[in-house]
């Protein structure tokens, strides 16, 4: 499956983005979907999951009660709202897709987006 990310941009802090990431030759609906941001030297580091039928998900302790993750399957994408974002938000956000079970290690993951940039000015 190929994923698309988009989404991402410039905002000041306690501003919100939503993601989107969009699934090409597969349904969505076979996978998990998850969302991981990497900001400059620092590692690849969790967000959001979210099961296949979007009964649960699963959130990085940081953004918790701040981002939500959603999906339509119909539409074939994944959805990350952000609220009341950070400076500490500010990273590539990547969208991956995993055959497995609803899981916040990287390595699970089969399919990667290419990213999208959200920057946060304080």
């Known amino acids: 499956v190929q994923l698309q990310a988009s989404g991402g941009g410039s905002v000041q802090a306690g501003d919100s983005l939503r993601l989107s990431c969009t699934a090409f030759a597969r349904a969505l609906s076979m996978y998990v979907m998850g969302w991981f941001r990497q900001a400059p030297g620092k590692e690849r580091e969790f967000v959001a999951a979210?099961?296949?039928?979007?009964?649960?998900?699963y959130y990085a302790d940081s953004v918790e009660g701040r981002f939500t993750i959603s999906r339509d399957n119909t539409k074939n994408t994944v959805y990350l709202q952000m609220n009341s974002l950070q400076f500490e938000d500010a990273a590539v956000y990547h969208c991956?897709?995993?055959?497995?079970?609803?899981?916040?290690?990287?390595?699970?993951?089969?399919?990667w987006g290419q990213g999208t940039q959200v920057t946060v000015s304080s």
């Open positions: 979210i099961s296949r039928s979007e009964r649960s998900t």
């Open positions: 991956a897709a995993s055959r497995r079970v609803l899981t916040r290690v990287p390595s699970n993951y089969d399919y």
